[in-house]
């Protein structure tokens, strides 16, 4: 379960925001990359892809493997599941458990790309939303077997966004690639971007007015307070509930001048995407989007339930990132162009983000090199 949306302030500045569900938590590590360092793809059965970041980015990433005396963790070992780069470009890794794959589809190619590398390759390379396009066009995109999530074929959807507003949906179905214009700039989980488009013309009813009195018969009715407009709104957790709700949220939310008073908007709409352990739970047979870890003792009893892990926002004019884990109250933000002093790759464990907020671009600074 994900829930990404962009917010649109009233000078046009855009600001991004998402969740990120599972059932359990992961060793997450925020890591910096500045710009010029070296980066190799290598997909099976082709020549390793080589790249070098254009741009300095700071992402969420998550280990593809577990570090040893002899093999520390390179740049290349942490995959990213969410970022934003100097550019005010972001990307983000949203299940999506329908991707199925051609095996051989990569057969005759000489080089390809790792889709578990997409979030270094995108946010190191691409300015704008048309840049990432023009670079898909050139790459051939080896969708990656995650042994994390039971080794299924990449089963993930990706959402791109840049500072003008501009942003895609990047999809696999039966291993072809598609990406689809996001006039929204909201996506959640399956089905299909087409067809949560076509399911948002079930609820043209929506607006934000609320009707509060009416007759009946001869008898008028009233509301007691506000806030019955809200009541037409999907109330389930599904992705196609919370697509629906973040067009919503996103859409009728207050739009305001000052770039900090518009970041406190979109903390408090992401507050209504924030879900809490055992809200629901799976049963013995199975259930949710197909987004399950595997091999990682949650430290919980009880049923499998999925829970709102971390959120982070950002805001894409001004290049500054904010993270929040399920164990935080409050946020910690970082900011891009003080991190550019940086010149290796600098990383900390989310976990350590727990107890700090407030700034935590020093920290960061101050962290593991790689």
Known sequence: MCTSLQYTDSTGAHYF??????????PWVLTYVPAGMEFESEAPDSKPLHYTTRYGFLGVTAPARMPTKEQPLTQNDLKVCEGMNSEGVTFSLLAYPTVGGKEDAVANTLEALEAWDLGSFVLGQCSSVDDVKAELAKEHVHLTRVALVGDTVFPFHLVVHDRSGASIVIEWLDGEQEIYDNPLGVMTNGPTFPWHLTNLGNWTHLTNVDQSSAASGPFDVKQPDSGIATAALPGSSTSVGRFIRAVFYSNFTEKVADPDKAMH???????????????????ATGGGEGMKSQGIDSGNAGPPTEYTVWTNMADLSRGQFFFRSYDAFSWTSFDLSALEEANEPRAMLTSQLDALGGDGTKALLAGMGI
């Not at 925001?17 to 992961?26: I, P």
């Open 17 to 26: 925001g998402r969740t990120l569900e599972l059932d359990v938590d992961e």
């Open 265 to 283: 908007n979109l903390s408090r709409i992401m507050n209504n995407f924030d879900r809490p352990r055992a809200l629901s739970t799976s049963p």
